[in-house]
């Protein structure tokens, strides 16, 4: 199965859901989910810095290095191509951005631990467990260090997609306006592996939405709504 056009099995926009049940398409056991139909919520960033390929981020993890750790296309054997750990790959504005970590180099549905589609910046965690992690069309990746600060903003973009807390936005209450199509789909989680447990809390939001982003959580998800000022 070729890696474009691929659907990511991530929390799917326009399903509504409450409390701590994930939006996503189901669990394969492993931390990674399965089925769906729908394309998945993308993950951007708000301070893109441009909109080419290999176009690096500015303002995130200043103490981070900002090196690319492998390209935006292709397979990546983890342990020999790549190491286990924490990549972000930003810039990427044409929403054909995918990626899948996989227990086995089969192609299977059945070897998808987790998948998503962004639009500009996704961060994702590869475990020293995963066997392969597929990338097509996505600008480079590279490595950061998931205790690293920068200069946190208080305002961010509605498509914005994935922040790490701490380092690109603060905690605190956010409030986004103005939202219709109940299209406005934001996530708080936990870490970056894109599992069903990964999920603190999710929703899809029509009008108003409100959100207080912990300084315990790792990472805010956003796609499809208005701005998000922090108001508290």
């Known amino acids: 199965m070729g890696m474009k056009g691929k659907i990511a099995l991530g929390a799917v926009v326009g399903v509504v ?21 729908g394309k998945g919520s993308s993950a951007s960033a708000e301070r893109e810095a441009g909109d080419k390929k290999g176009t690096k981020d ?18 990546s ?48 965690t590869v475990k020293a467990t995963d066997k392969l992690f ?6 480079d990746w590279e490595a950061v260090d998931e205790k690293a600060k920068g200069s ?8 914005g997609g994935m922040f790490a807390v701490g380092a690109d936005i ?14 406005c789909y934001w996530e708080r989680t936990k870490d970056a592996e894109h599992g069903v447990e990964s ?10 939405a409100v959100v207080r982003i912990s300084a315990s959580d790792a990472y805010f998800k ?9 108001t508290g």
């Open 170 to 183: 603060a905690p605190g209450t956010y409030k986004s306006t103005g939202n219709t199509d109940d299209s």
């Open 199 to 208: 999920i603190l809390a999710n929703d899809n939001v029509n009008g108003t």
């Open 77 to 124: 054997q983890v342990g020999s191509d790549i190491k286990p750990g924490t990549y972000r790959t930003t810039g990427n504005s044409d929403g054909l951005c995918y990626w899948e970590r996989a227990k086995d180099a089969s192609g299977e549905m059945d070897s998808l631990l987790a998948n998503d589609n962004v639009t500009g910046t996704g961060y994702v």
């Open 17 to 37: 859901v409450i409390g701590v049940v994930s939006a996503n398409a189901g669990d394969n056991g492993d931390g990674g989910t399965s089925g769906g139909t």
């Open 134 to 139: 597929k990338s097509s069309d996505c600008n």
């Open 58 to 75: 500015t303002g995130k993890a200043e103490d981070a290095e900002k090196k690319a750790a492998f390209a935006g296309d292709g397979d």
């Open 152 to 159: 946190p903003a208080a305002r961010i973009s509605g498509d």
């Open 222 to 230: 956003t796609t499809g709504c208005k701005d998000w000022k922090k």
